[in-house]
């Protein structure tokens, strides 16, 4: 009798490995819904491609996940958006809300 895939007969076991920057809660209260919304729509507007006014509203989601502790607050660059200081997070931040009437 021998095993699918295993020359020998054994079997070996793979640790699973955890995620990099550890788990958070899914958004099940629909708290960041509206920016998920206008990423997916931006991204479907440009074909996936990484166009930078998606990217801003990718930023604009993170910063609603850590706004309402879905997340660890973590900065900017950590997270991939070395190019946006904090004065232009702030103001992208500020304009999204009355956007969104948040």
Known sequence: MS?????????QMSRPSPPERGSFPLDHDGECATF????LTCLKGVRGTNAEECRK?????LECR???NLMARDERKNLG???WGNEADVAMRAQSKD????
């Open 3 to 11: 095993t699918f895939g295993s020359p020998g007969g054994r079997q």
């Open 36 to 39: 998920i919304k206008e990423y």
């Open 57 to 61: 509203l990718s930023m604009n989601y």
């Open 66 to 68: 850590m706004d309402k």
């Open 81 to 83: 958006f070395a190019k």
């Open 99 to 102: 956007n969104n009437g948040s």
